[in-house]
């Protein structure tokens, strides 16, 4: 063998070649029956349509039906019936979908062999890969589009210029500032809607702008221009204009890009922007001071968690007539009371735990109505004003309670000691967006139709300052502070994810309305837990896992007091790790929604992969609301809020473990 042909490919290498080729370069070859049969395929064309993952060797798809491995979308069959009536198709497109649902596009060209093998005649297909360019093409007219509709619909106008100044494009809004319809401007300079004065400037700022160095990088930058329009009708009106240069392949100034705008009511925008910066100033106090609040009211209830649960327990073993029992029982009530301002903090915050369900706002004002009028001042008189066709909405009726509560003693006290009225109403509203952007907590709430609350009263009112500062957490007008009030108020409208509005002006009085989203719901089901006997007791292990160590020790004791052996764990990792080690030993598993390392639900998930069966109980100080891993749709998941009581606890493990 020569040296040249030490090098040079055999017959087979080059094949190899060929098809390694072919493979990479967006094109497949195969060959079938005209019933469809696959006699040959190459890797090439499986990875076209979408099943080279599914069938590694070609060969595996031999004896399968075309119809196995995609769908044909469009044209259906043309392949077939062309090479049959002309012998061959060329450059013909079509699309079709993979075994996974993707739509995909390729283009076809076919002819007829003879099978070496059977000798008889069948169709030998090339096809092309043309997925990448049409989802550019799609891509590019997706994009052509929604540019080309904001250009049409936005209220200021785009307009693009040659370097004369000649219109070559401009927006249908150029109407609102001139006058004049687009196709009066086109090929005209911009003097049609430019006083004299205000063309002057922008011609000089061109020409200065072009003897500047062309490859600056300073003259891509947009330049701004105070200018007057002239309006078809010979008025004129201020403008701002932002212009930018248009580039060719070069890199060479080719014409402008302009956005003009109406500036004739800056006044009034900049009053709006004044308004809108002082809102989201407002928005943002709020949100740090609720961040506060749940961070306090959350390590707060850890503690309370091991005050109440200890006490829970040192009743357990106290006999009735022990002395101690006295001064047990006051450190529990006093650790309810300190609850009760956890979640007073958590409603502040948005986050306090809610037991929603499908409520009628009428029935549930009209059964306050006697413990409201007790809280009245003697001069006030309390009037309902309710819509009987309101339908149903979605919230806590404990939480509903005191926001109302709150307002109607608000009103009472803004009446003070002359005569007045307090009128509470019902209804629906359509809210659009502007509306909802008036209101205290807009948070991105949808538009359409929310039921409402007034509570409107004949009181002395309040000036503008007032109102701006009204669900200030301890703010007040009174001479000794009242504690959260209208701020917690805001809080528990927040955790229903609705909002408040507030009209007020001095010997006006104030209307407070409170927007529910509605709920179409044929009728209010409450889920009704079962009872718990006082005696259950459990067995096996319970995994613990807490960051507190406080936490985990009276959760410990509780559990132990009630047949459980415990294992405790202080981080979600760890708490993964022991689990791994022995899934089956644990009969339930008790988690902290935060925990360091892995949080709860990070948790849960790892622990269900491995057991998907294993009862899960999480615990907070936190809402139920925010745990959002469908707890109502798994009856072996339960949640129990801090601090809780033994009692509490043993309910909450009986159901999921007895599900």
């Known amino acids: 063998m020569s040296e040249k042909d030490a090098f040079w490919p055999t017959r087979d290498e080059l094949n190899a070649i060929r098809a390694e080729a072919m493979e990479f370069s967006g094109i497949g070859l195969y060959r079938y029956r005209f019933d469809g049969t696959i006699i040959f395929a190459d890797r090439g064309a499986l990875r076209i349509a979408g099943v080279e993952g ?9 004896g399968k039906r075309l119809a196995e491995l995609f769908e044909y979308i469009e044209p259906q069959g043309a392949v077939r019936a062309a090479v049959k009536a002309h012998g061959s198709v060329r450059g013909l497109e079509y699309r079709f979908r993979t075994l996974d649902g993707e739509d995909r596009w390729a283009l076809h060209d076919a002819y007829l062999v003879r099978d070496p093998e059977s000798g008889e005649e069948v169709i030998q297909s ?16 997706r994009s052509e589009e929604q540019y080309r509709l904001m250009a049409e619909n936005v209220t200021d106008v785009i307009l693009t210029a040659d370097l004369e100044l000649r219109v070559t494009y401009v927006s249908p809004s150029i109407e609102t500032i001139a006058g004049y319809e687009p196709e009066d401007v086109l090929g005209r300079t ?7 004065a205000s063309l002057e400037v922008a011609a000089r700022a061109l020409v200065h702008e072009l003897a500047r160095d062309q490859d600056s990088e300073d003259l891509n930058r947009a330049r701004t221009f105070e200018l007057e329009s002239r309006h078809q009708d010979g008025t004129t009106r201020p403008i701002e204009l932002m212009v930018t240069f248009l580039r060719d392949d070069e890199g060479q100034p080719r014409g402008l890009l302009g956005v003009a705008r109406d500036v004739s009511d800056r006044k009034t925008a900049e009053d709006e922007r ?8 407002h928005a943002q106090k709020l949100e740090s001071l609720g961040v506060m609040a749940s961070g306090i009211a959350h390590d707060f209830n850890n503690l309370l968690a091991g005050m109440l649960g200890n006490a829970g327990l040192a009743l357990m073993k106290l006999p009735e007539d022990a002395e101690a029992r006295a001064n047990v029982k006051g450190i529990e009530t006093a650790a309810e009371r300190a609850a009760d301002l956890c979640r007073q903090l958590l409603a ?8 929603m369900r499908s409520i009628a706002l009428n029935q549930e004002l009209e059964a306050m109505v006697q413990l409201l009028e007790v809280s009245l001042s003697r001069k006030a008189s309390l009037e309902l004003d309710l819509d009987p066709d309101l339908p149903l909405v979605r919230a806590d009726p404990v939480q509903l309670q005191q926001v109302v509560m709150n307002l109607v003693i608000n009103a009472s006290e803004a009446i003070g000691d002359q005569s007045g009225t307090i009128t509470m109403s019902t209804g629906t509203v359509t809210c659009s967006r502007e509306d909802l952007s008036q209101t205290y907590l807009d948070d991105s709430l949808p538009e359409g139709e929310y039921a409402y609350i007034d509570v409107a009263d004949t009181g002395k009112g309040m000036d503008e ?3 701006s500062r009204i669900f200030e957490p301890f703010y007040t007008t009174k001479f000794s502070g009242r504690g959260l009030g209208l701020a917690a108020v805001l809080g528990i409208v927040r955790g229903h994810r609705g909002a408040l509005m507030v009209v007020s002006q001095p010997n006006a009085g104030t209307t407070f309305r409170v927007l529910f989203p509605l709920r179409q719901v044929a009728e209010a089901q409450e889920q009704v837990e079962p009872e718990t006997a006082d005696g259950w007791q459990g067995s096996g292990v319970v995994l613990v896992a807490d960051a507190e160590v406080v936490v985990r020790n009276v959760a410990r004791r509780m559990l132990e007091a009630l047949g459980f052996e415990v294992q405790l764990v202080e981080n979600g990792r760890e708490a993964v790790r022991q689990f791994e080690e022995q899934p089956d030993r644990f009969v339930a598993a008790l988690l902290e929604l935060t925990m360091p390392e892995l949080d709860g639900r990070e948790v849960f998930e790892a622990l269900r992969r491995l057991r998907p069966d294993l009862p899960v109980l999480f615990s907070s100080g936190y809402r139920e609301d925010d745990i959002e891993i469908g707890i109502d749709r798994d009856r072996r998941v339960g949640f129990v809020g801090k601090p809780y009581h033994p009692d509490t606890l043993r309910q909450k493990l009986r159901q999921i473990l007895e599900e």
């Open 54 to 62: 599914r069938f590694p060797d070609p060969l595996e798809v031999v």
């Open 274 to 281: 004044r308004r809108f910066e002082a809102q989201v100033q």
């Open 348 to 355: 502040y915050a948005g986050k306090a735990q809610l037991s």
């Open 126 to 141: 090339i096809i092309r890969d043309l997925t990448p360019r049409k989802r550019a093409e799609e891509a590019l007219r």
């Open 190 to 196: 911009a003097d049609i809607f430019l006083t004299p």
């Open 465 to 467: 300052e007032t109102v």
